[in-house]
């Protein structure tokens, strides 16, 4: 009987996509696995009484109009007076802890804000403590990249120069562990694939984190330092910063929460 031995070589190069589990990054065209280990489930990070708010700063809210907000902002400890979005830009809720925020829409509520702060601060020390699975990939530029689920940790600034993809199914969970800045350029993506979910997606960032004019983000953000976003640019998660939140006629968009 004669063997096709050309047939079979042809197809092994397809055999380590086949068997890998772990988590991988490649760029398109090119074969190269970063990481190969395999990975234990991880579980997501626990935003408490946060999850309740799609916005929620420390230091307040600056905005070009207009914005669309979709999910409720909250503003702590600083007065209302330093939200200045309007209340048409918001679809949901806006909570100040004084009569100081925008009307006609304010809710006065210091205490549930006091608690969804600790609950932030909670959250970025649970994201920030988690063992990573993978470290410093490509040096913390990772445009360009599709990404397994993990904890991915830099001890670099992170630079998103072209569509990133996060491809896993509904149970995949990412955690972006950043020393640094986080950057994502004009018209850059964030983009998922598969089932993937926008609110299992943690971007946890010791810097600042930038989001350039046109850009968009899929996941929680949360930073120690502020957000800024660009023009036009646009989030399905949501912003925690610690402290101050600007944006300009950008679009906001809590993802679900079931």
Not at 94 to 120: E, F, H, K, Q, R
Not at 146 to 155: F, I, M
Request: charged fraction near 15%; include cysteine; hydrophobic fraction near 40%.
């Amino acid at each position: 009987m004669k063997v096709n031995i050309t047939s079979g070589l042809r197809a092994l190069p397809l055999l380590p996509l086949l068997l890998l589990s772990g988590p991988y990054a490649y760029a398109a065209g090119q074969s190269e696995l970063h990481t190969t280990s395999s990975v234990p489930r991880i579980a997501p990070v626990d935003l408490g009484t946060a999850r309740h708010f799609v916005i929620l700063t420390e230091s307040g809210i600056t905005d070009v109009p207009g914005s669309a907000i979709t999910g409720n902002v909250g503003v702590s400890p600083i007065t209302g007076a330093a939200d200045h979005l309007t209340c048409a830009e918001v679809t949901g809720e806006v909570y100040s802890v004084d009569a100081a925020g925008p009307a006609p829409c304010n809710i006065i509520d210091p205490t549930d804000l006091t608690a969804a702060v600790d609950d932030m601060h909670t959250a970025y020390t649970d994201a920030a403590g988690r063992a990573p699975t993978t470290t410093n990939l490509d040096g913390g530029n990772i445009g360009g990249l599709t990404l397994r689920p993990g904890v991915y940790n830099w001890t670099t600034d992170v630079k998103i120069a072209s569509d990133l993809k996060l491809r896993g199914g509904m149970k995949g969970v990412w955690i972006f562990q950043i020393a640094g800045n986080l950057n994502v350029d004009n018209a850059v993506k964030v983009v998922v694939r598969r089932s993937a979910l926008s609110r299992h997606i943690f971007w946890q960032v010791a810097g600042e984190a930038t989001l350039g004019t046109g850009s968009h983000v899929e996941g929680i953000v949360l930073s120690k330092n502020k957000v800024t976003m660009g023009t036009d640019a646009s989030v399905k998660g949501r912003l925690y910063a610690q402290t101050a939140l600007t944006l300009q006629m950008n679009t906001i968009t809590a993802p679900p929460t079931y």
